[in-house]
């Protein structure tokens, strides 16, 4: 179980934040709010790119307030730039192993993970010719290599059409079931929460309303 | 694009500038071409031997200052400390710095009496040759300057990373070569080509350092060889034919720039994620800073100390300085505002000039002058008076203003033109609703958000004409003569310490005219930063 209690941040001359959301394995906690409300603020303090004043925050008991980004049990789908566009998809999903696999076995992974978002076949593709949606499943496919407990989603289906968003969100949720991940999903977009979310906290006022 | 109101008048202005700013290339060239017809003669010059130094020299000046360039960038991207917006707003004054002070400078520590020959003697009783005369002290001056400009261009190209990139690249833990590859390179690649072309011409265009560098024909480029065919040999016939080929090399290495645009920066310049590189890492990006400040720096230093110590006061005390003095500044001002003139009627007539061909054409006359090095656009001119039966005498202010201006036109534009387009890309359909238009658009307008721009572009052309020696080399006389060549007779007639007192005032004045214009002529326009 992730949790997050009362993990307070404050921007300069603005008064602070209080978030208190909990994310269960194999599931997909929402969080929605206005633009400016902070979800992407709680996002960053979860991620590690911005430091509480004050709380804890942990996973199966374990504090992950210490730990810097690059060592925090998580993996981030933003709404673009996941990708380097000028390496190929299968480079981008490499860089979800840890440094030293050995190659052969790397391919192997990196061809599966592909397969699994639906992609196979795209492994030499250049990431810069890759579709919106394409370049999403790339990332998920790397995620699955990375092989972190917790997915951070900040609008992952904003940039894409409504058919590929649809697709995409559906292999986000059997992902996420499959893998056990704990989920957490950033969006104002109602339809998205509606299809995906299993727990579902609105930010107003700089506190989470659980809905 | 159809966002703006036809502004016919806009455009005519642009048109009847670039028409004349166009003529007047034209008559530059007839004027030396005519020359090379009429003196038809033999020359000494050695054209192939001379092409080939000024190749080598600016092609290793342009790789050097790439690398140099590109670490730097790097090492200040990533390093956060006291006064680090002091240094890079330092680095970006290389471009603005003069080179003959730059030289000095250098001469000043590596020369035969330098610093470290003065302390190797004391210390251990033994001298070297001095590395500042020859290709080696000519590279050296050369990477101070343009590796310290290509940091700047560069370091604004890796602040302009997203945010979001580098959350992904940190949350992957890339080691710091990873990031290097998969997240600094391809920010940084896209800029090289056009950088690398900018530097090639300036190394190969440039004068001063070789002049006082050189240290002699074995090193001497196209630039200096023209100087010296036209002011010490008599060689015209040779001072034409070296022009020719010094525009021809010029134009071809525009035009080859011009085949790679640089991506457009991205616009998220929200706060980005602290993240440090490994301590290896971080002490190679110390290290490079360390190296990279003191070879910047310490020439410049240098160079304030020796104005010092060698006595400011005997040379303030001189009327010629005094003379000297105003003269620089007058037609520094002089031609920073006619800059301003030619380049805000050319960018605002292409601003509204919607169709690309227009656009174009509107652009090119003045960008031309990249390919016009000083010398030979001096010279052009100092044929062309001399077809029309003026004397030079009479001539040279109206001739350094103009040419000062029009070697700065290229500098103004790029400074001026991408803000006046994103002016019509941002605000269009509002000054079009509003139904404004004419001076009143200007006015409410494009000048307040203009202003730092218009202060930045005041400051280039003014600092590029107060350092300047490739003009007033051909028309400077004893009763016309600027800073920069008083300090020039002074070395020659070893007059060090009015040569060191000199170079310290045009260093103060330079940084002091790039710094504090900008922000003089943003609150003069009330306008705050975009």
Redesign the interface.
């Known amino acids: 179980m992730l949790v997050a209690d009362s993990l307070s941040f404050a921007y300069p001359e603005q008064a602070p934040y209080l978030f208190s959301p909990e994310a269960s394995p194999g599931e997909i906690t929402a969080i929605s709010g206005a633009s400016g409300s902070g979800k992407s603020t709680l996002l ?1 303090l979860l ?1 590690g ?1 911005q430091r509480p004043r004050s709380g804890a925050l942990t996973l199966d008991g374990a504090d992950l307030l210490p730990l810097p ?4 049990p ?3 789908l ?5 990708l ?4 190929s998809a299968a480079d981008n999903a490499l ?2 192993l840890p ?1 030293g696999t050995p190659k052969q076995q790397g391919l192997q992974a990196v061809n599966a993970a592909l397969a699994e978002v639906g992609l196979a076949g795209f492994e030499d593709k250049s990431a810069a010719t890759l579709s919106g949606g394409q370049k999403q499943r790339v990332a998920l496919a ?1 995620t699955l290599l ?1 092989d972190r407990p917790v997915l951070l989603l900040d609008e992952p289906f904003s940039a894409l059409d409504d058919e590929t968003r649809r697709t995409t969100r559906d292999l986000v949720a059997e992902l996420t079931r499959r893998h056990g991940w704990h989920t957490i999903l950033v969006s104002h977009h109602a339809d998205d929460i509606a299809a995906l979310a299993n727990r579902h906290y609105r930010l107003v006022d700089g506190r989470l309303e659980r809905v | 694009m159809l966002t703006l109101p036809h502004r016919p008048a806009r455009i005519a202005i642009a048109t009847a500038l670039s028409i004349a700013i166009a003529a007047l290339i034209a008559a530059v060239l007839w004027a030396i071409l005519a020359a090379a017809t009429d003196a038809g003669g033999q020359s000494r010059v050695d054209i192939p031997h001379l092409l080939r130094m000024t190749a080598i020299q600016a092609g290793l000046t342009t790789i050097l200052s790439l690398l140099v360039g590109m670490a730097l960038a790097w090492a200040l991207n990533r390093l956060r400390f006291v006064g680090r917006d002091l240094m890079v707003g330092l680095f970006a004054a290389a471009i603005v710095t003069p080179g003959m002070v730059v030289a000095f400078g250098l001469l000043s520590i590596w020369g035969r009496n330098g610093w470290i020959n003065q302390l190797s003697q004391s210390l251990f009783g033994v001298t070297f040759d001095s590395p500042a005369y020859g290709l080696s002290g000519i590279l050296l001056a050369h990477v101070i300057l343009d590796g310290a400009f290509a940091a700047r261009i560069l370091l604004a190209r890796l602040d302009a990373i997203p945010a979001t990139r580098l959350k992904i690249g940190q949350s992957l833990a890339l080691s710091a070569g990873r990031r290097f590859r998969l997240i600094d390179w391809p920010a940084m690649a896209g800029s090289l080509p056009g950088l690398g072309a900018i530097i090639f011409l300036l190394a190969f265009t440039s004068f001063p350092i070789v002049l006082l560098l050189g240290g002699g024909p074995a090193n001497q480029t196209l630039e200096v060889a023209i100087f010296s065919a036209v002011r010490l040999d008599f060689d015209l016939v040779g001072a034409v034919r070296l022009a020719l080929t010094q525009i021809g090399v010029c134009a071809l290495v525009i035009l080859l720039a011009s085949a790679f645009t640089p991506p457009p920066a991205a616009l998220d310049r929200s706060l980005p994620p602290t993240w440090r590189d490994g301590p290896g890492a971080r002490a190679l990006q110390w290290l490079v800073l360390v190296v990279a400040t003191a070879g910047f720096a310490l020439p410049l230093l240098s160079v304030l100390y020796d104005g010092i110590v060698g006595g400011f006061g005997r040379v303030l005390a001189q009327p010629a300085f005094w003379r000297a003095a105003i003269t620089s500044i007058g037609i520094g001002t002089a031609s920073a505002l006619l800059t301003l003139l030619l380049a805000l009627g050319l960018a605002l007539g292409r601003s509204a000039a919607g169709h690309p061909l227009a656009r174009t054409g509107l652009g090119i006359p003045a960008f031309a002058y990249l390919a016009v090095p000083a010398v030979v656009l001096s010279l052009g001119f100092f044929l062309l008076v001399r077809n029309f039966g003026v004397s030079t005498g009479t001539a040279a202010p109206f001739v350094v203003v103009g040419a000062n201006s029009l070697l700065a036109l290229p500098f103004a534009m790029a400074t001026l033109g991408p803000p006046l387009d994103a002016i019509v890309r941002t605000r269009g359909k509002l000054i079009r609703s509003l139904g404004i238009g004419g001076w009143m658009q200007f006015a409410r307008i494009e000048y307040p958000l203009l202003g730092r721009d218009i202060g930045l572009m005041l400051a280039l052309s003014f600092c590029f004409s107060l350092g300047d020696l490739g003009v007033i080399a051909l028309f400077g006389t004893q009763d016309f003569q600027t800073l920069p060549l008083m300090m020039y007779r002074a070395l020659g007639s070893y007059r060090n310490n009015d040569a060191a007192a000199i170079a310290a005032i045009l260093l103060i004045g330079t940084i002091a005219a790039f710094i504090f214009l900008p922000r003089l002529i943003e609150r003069l326009a009330h306008a705050g930063r975009r």
């Open positions: 960053d991620a790119f980004p690059e060592a925090r998580v993996s981030l933003l709404q673009a730039d996941n380097f566009d000028h390496i860089l979800g440094r790397r990375r």
